[in-house]
């Protein structure tokens, strides 16, 4: 698709998978926003960095961006965090000043607020990617539908409007507006309807693996990475691939732990949970209640199919792990029907 660069991502999809059934010829090609059709506003980021003393061109911005968002990923994992978060933002947002050299916490603050109140409601999310255009008449002019599914705060459409490209598009689907975000199986759900086609009639193009690739697979299509810039960025330095994820932190996690529980009351547990938590730490309850703790993030969600409730945790060090999870059982202590992985 011109210079939008797309490969498959990590395990087999279900397009290619050892075994699998044959795949449907593609009849829907269906794209995240920001990221992959839309890019960050670099410019007008170096711009105000300038004003605050902080040289960095938009080339630098644009590289420190694409390496914050590759450390960001493993945060997003399915039933992580949001992508809509202030957490989520701010972290993202801090990683990507890092990456500038920018490390003291009243500087990030500052640009942190600047960021929050720049053109709202779009944000800086409002140049299309340079490849868009061509790489959407390429799908139509193959006679494939041509979609957008986004987690957004409710203003993807008219993003995609200003830019030019809503025109060349059947459908776009904005979680905000429709209630569900990625990597929920239904927002994808929704996308196949839109397209009139059958999950395994359907790609879905992204930038984010946790969200997108993963997301895209648990609903039934296939996932594909948009690799584009981080090839680029590969290209254009004399140091190996790897050496690029040298400075990203390394995440410590649990595997999926199983705590039985009674089938008539694990909603109402994970419910109850979410209640008490969320009076501490900012928790969604899509699917279960998903703890964003300051050093990582915890997962308890119910089984659809079995009496046990299921629970993960993730953060920087073995101990932040620890420490959220003995926070979480020392809750769930409080229902003597269920049992704690030991």
């Known amino acids: 698709m011109g210079g939008l660069i797309i490969m498959s991502a990590g395990e087999p999809g279900p397009m290619n998978r050892p075994g699998s059934p044959a795949r449907r010829p593609v009849r ?24 605050r003393g902080r040289a960095a061109s938009p080339e630098e911005v644009e590289e420190a961006e694409l390496r914050a968002r590759v450390r ?3 945060h997003l994992a399915p039933g992580a965090a949001s992508t809509e978060s202030t957490v989520t933002h701010g972290r ?60 957004s705060n409710g203003s993807v459409r ?35 309807r839109e397209a009139g086609v059958a999950p395994a ?29 981080f090839l680029q960025l590969v290209a254009s330095s004399p140091a190996p691939a790897s050496s690029h994820f040298d400075t990203l932190p390394h995440l ?6 199983k705590a039985p529980c009674p089938d008539d009351k694990k ?29 990582g993030w915890g997962l308890v969600r119910a ?12 953060g920087p060090t073995v101990e932040a792990v620890e420490n959220m999870q003995r926070m979480v059982y020392d809750a769930l202590r409080r229902f003597p029907y269920v049992t704690l992985p030991a």
Request: charged share 25%.
């Open 252 to 257: 410590h996690a649990t595997p999926e732990l």
């Open 72 to 74: 960001l990923d493993p």
């Open 201 to 229: 009639e359907a790609v879905y193009v992204g930038d984010l693996y946790s969200v997108d690739v993963l997301g895209a697979r648990a609903a039934g299509l296939d996932g594909i990475l948009a690799s584009c810039r």
């Open 303 to 314: 089984s659809n199919t079995n009496p046990y409730l299921t629970l993960r945790f993730e």
């Open 28 to 51: 829907a090609v269906i794209f995240d926003a920001g990221n992959t059709l839309l890019r960050m506003n670099y410019g007008v980021i170096a711009d105000h960095l300038r004003t």
């Open 92 to 151: 993202y947002l801090r990683y990507l000043l890092e990456h500038l050299a920018i490390t003291d916490d009243g500087e990030i603050d500052a640009i942190a607020r600047w960021r929050r109140g720049y053109n709202l409601p779009v944000g800086l999310w409002n140049r299309a990617d340079p490849e868009a255009l061509a790489a959407i008449r390429r799908v139509r002019e193959a006679g494939r539908v041509a979609g957008v599914i986004s987690n």
């Open 158 to 192: 008219s993003i995609l409007e200003e830019t030019g490209l809503a025109a060349h598009l059947d459908f776009i689907i904005d979680s905000s507006v429709v209630g569900v975000e990625k990597p929920d199986p239904r927002i994808f759900q929704l996308g196949l």
């Open 267 to 295: 909603f109402a547990v994970v419910a109850e949970l979410a209640r008490e938590f969320r009076s501490r730490f900012e928790t969604i309850d899509i699917d279960g209640a998903r703890i964003l703790f300051p050093e």
